[in-house]
């Protein structure tokens, strides 16, 4: 279809009560940005972490991209539901925002405490200013805004998981781990200190089922553990009875984070495991660490995972390795979710 340059389409956003209007061969993702309507997004537009679907009901003819076709499922294709930054404006178009993009809001807050917590990861504690408090699920994660390009939330944002539980209303915790030439990370690193301000939008996701009563199996790689604090710290506040395996694995002791807290709620906690993997772990390993790959811990821990949930943070490389050692013990396809690394 050919688009003329200057032609704009309306978007009506059906259970927002809300309009936009975006022009012709922008995507979706762009359109609703430029709009300050808030879309989850960890690869920042780039296709990958699945993370920005909207339920398209009209208007949109252009065929599903190889990533849509990898990261929907056929139920969501046959319900509508296309990822945003895939999908071009051709048309007017009615689309539907998922229910947890509605809370979505820009936040202010003050940094009040930093701190590396091992060799590669920095620890970043703000105070939300305005609004002043957060509602927000166990394992939700922000989209932090990295200057300069304050004025571009789409190219300079970055996705953090919380690290404290939901209790926590007024502050929340960040693990940055450094990444070379990264932007994110380098402005965490390099640039952050107390007392400065900074924006985000929030909250994305987070785990629904933190509730729920069956055992949970949680494995998580590197920084990959903040979403999976969280969840632990909610579940020891409200004093789950719940039955807990949680597999840390790390490449060297010296990224070994958080341990002695995992170790105390280990002892406090009703029914909760802790596994710290290291798969080179030197000659500094303490008795309590495990040597070798996380997954290895897994296949030797974890005989029955019928009727468990399953919460996995990582690569994409970690989360499929797991995902088939579950789906081997039994656990259901929909009891796994999943926390991809980007
Ligand atoms: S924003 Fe990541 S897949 Fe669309």
Redesign the pocket.
């Known amino acids: 279809m050919h688009l003329m340059k200057s032609e704009t389409f309306n978007i009506n956003l059906v259970n927002v009560g809300k309009s936009i209007t975006a022009a012709a061969g922008d995507t979706l ?1 762009k359109a609703l940005h430029d709009a300050n309507i808030f879309i989850p ?12 679907k909207v339920k398209v009901f009209s208007g949109n003819k252009s065929s599903l991209t190889d ?1 849509e076709k990898k ?1 929907l499922s056929s139920d969501e294709v046959a319900e509508g539901w296309r ?4 999908a071009v404006v051709e048309s007017d178009m009615d689309i539907e925002l998922p229910d947890d993009t509605k809370n979505v809001r820009l936040y202010t807050a003050e940094v009040i405490a930093l701190g590396m917590v091992c060799r590669e990861t920095r620890r970043v504690r703000l105070r939300l200013l305005a609004p002043a408090e957060m509602e927000y699920l166990p394992g939700a994660f922000i989209l932090l805004d990295i200057p300069p390009a304050a004025g571009s939330r789409l190219a300079l944002s970055r996705a953090y998981s919380i690290a404290t539980p939901p209790s926590s209303v007024n502050e929340i915790e960040l693990n940055v781990k450094h990444v070379p030439e990264g932007k994110g990370s380098g402005f965490v690193h390099d640039v952050l200190k107390p007392g400065d301000k900074v924006t985000f939008s929030a909250p994305y996701s987070g785990y629904p089922r933190s509730s729920d009563e069956n055992e949970l199996i949680c494995v998580a790689g590197g920084s990959g553990i903040s979403p999976v604090l969280s969840i632990l710290r909610h579940l020891k506040e409200t004093e789950s009875r719940r039955k807990i395996k949680f597999f840390f694995g790390v490449r060297t002791c010296d990224d070994l984070q958080y341990i002695s807290e995992l170790r105390t709620l280990e002892k406090s906690m009703h029914a909760f495991e802790f596994f710290s993997v290291v798969e080179f772990p030197g000659e500094n390993t303490s008795k309590d660490t495990i040597a070798g790959r996380v997954t290895d811990a897994v296949i030797r821990s974890v005989e029955d995972a019928s009727g468990c949930s399953a919460y996995l943070c990582g690569s994409q490389g970690l989360l499929e390795a797991c995902r088939t050692i579950l789906l081997e013990r039994g656990i259901s396809e929909d009891d796994i979710f999943y926390d991809q690394f980007f």
């Open positions: 993702f997004t960890v690869c920042g537009g780039k296709g990958f972490c699945g993370k920005c990533s990261k990822m945003s930054c895939q």
